[in-house]
C-alpha cells in the first residue's frame, strides 16, 4: 500500500539517490518526513532547493561557493603563493575543519579514469596550469585520494606542473595519528616506511 | 568554508532532522546534492514536497494515503471483520510487505506513555472502539512493537476492546524464522517458551 502510493514513491526513489542510501533507509526517512508537521517537511524540501539555486562552482578554484568568487580566493589573509589540488569539495572541507592549511584550493571534481573516459580535458587541467602561472603560485600541493586513480591523477600532475617550473608536493601518506600499527593495512604501512624523516640531530 | 555558506548549513540542519543521520552523513548528502545536475537535485526537492502535500492520513484508518478512504479501506477484497493495530505506518508497510494478511489495519501513530504525556486522547483511542463496533469487526490484532511502551498499549487495547464483546488478539512474539537460538536474547526466549503450541496430534 505505502509503496503504492505514487508521490511516496517517488521520494522514496530521490533519498536512493544519495551515496550509501538504500531502500530500507530511504523509506525510514520518507515516513519519518510523512509523519512530520507540514511545515518542517517543506522545510527540508526548500532548504534542498534554495541551497541549489544559491551554489556555484567559483570560477577560480571551482570550489563551491555562494558568491563570486569565493570567500577563500577573495581573503587577502591567506598565501596566495601556495595551491591545493583536491579531488572534490568534501577534499577541501576537510582540511579547512583541521584549520592548518593557509592557502587556497582548487578543486578538480573528479580523477584522471580512462576507463570512464575521465581524461585532462574533462577535468579542466587546461584551466589549473593557467591559473597557476598567471596567479605565480610557488608550490602546488597534491592531496588527491590515496587510491590508485589519486595517484595516477597526482603523477600527471606533478609532471604538468613540473614542466612550468613550480615546486610540486604530495601530502604524506602514513599511519594515521593516534592509530596503532596493528590496525594499519600493508600498503599504509609501506608508505609510511617509504615516507620516514630523520628525526636525529643531523651533523 | 563550506560550513560558513548559510544556504548549505540550512540543508546540512534540515538533513541532520532525519532518524540516524548525524553531521558526517547530512554533510555527504548535501555535497552530493550540490555536485548533481541541478535539475536531479530540484527533482529531489520537488518529489519531498509533492508527496508531503499530496500524503494525508486516512480519515478511517489514520494510515498514509493520498485518496479518501485509503486503497486498503476502499478495496472490497479485504477481510471487512479483521482489524490490526500498529503503532505506526511503517508497521502497517511491513505486513503489507509480507503480504499474508488481508484484513484491515488501524494506526495509533504512537504508544501510551505518560512520561511524554501520550495518554488514550492523544492516540484517539475513542475513533478506534467508535470504529470496532460501528463497522462490526470480529477480531482485533494488536501488532504493536515488543517494547515496554508497546506491551503496556497491548494491555491496555485489550481490556478496552474486550469489554466490547469482540476478540483481542496479540500478534506472536518469538524466535524470528530462520534465526538459532544462540543469537536470540534472553526476553525473547522467554517469549518464544511462554508462547509454545502444540505440534504433537492431540486426541
Chains 1, 2 share one sequence.
Request: charged share 25%.
Amino acid at each position: 500500500m505505502f509503496s503504492q502510493l505514487p508521490a511516496v514513491e517517488r521520494m522514496i526513489n530521490a533519498f536512493r539517490r544519495l551515496p550509501g542510501v538504500g531502500r530500507k533507509s530511504a523509506e525510514r526517512y520518507c515516513l519519518h518526513l510523512l509523519t512530520l508537521p507540514e511545515a518542517d517537511a517543506l522545510e527540508f524540501s526548500d532548504a534542498v532547493r534554495k541551497a541549489r539555486e544559491s551554489i556555484t562552482w567559483c570560477p577560480q578554484c571551482r570550489n563551491l561557493t555562494d558568491t563570486t568568487p569565493c570567500a577563500i580566493c577573495s581573503d587577502p589573509r591567506r598565501d596566495k603563493g601556495t595551491l591545493c589540488v583536491v579531488e572534490r569539495p568534501a577534499g577541501a572541507m576537510a582540511l579547512e575543519k583541521g584549520g592548518n592549511y593557509r592557502g587556497l584550493y582548487h578543486v578538480l571534481h573528479g580523477v584522471l579514469n580512462p576507463l570512464d573516459g575521465i581524461g585532462p580535458d574533462e577535468l579542466h587541467i587546461d584551466l589549473l596550469l593557467k591559473r597557476i602561472v598567471s596567479d605565480n603560485f610557488t608550490e602546488v600541493i597534491i592531496a588527491t585520494n590515496a587510491t590508485a586513480e589519486g595517484e595516477v591523477t597526482a603523477a600527471y600532475l606533478a609532471r604538468r606542473i613540473g614542466d612550468l617550473g613550480v615546486r610540486v608536493t604530495r601530502i604524506a601518506h602514513g599511519v594515521p595519528m593516534g592509530g596503532g600499527l596493528e590496525y594499519a593495512d600493508d600498503l599504509t604501512l609501506a608508505q609510511a616506511l617509504d615516507g620516514r624523516s630523520v628525526i636525529s640531530r643531523e651533523r
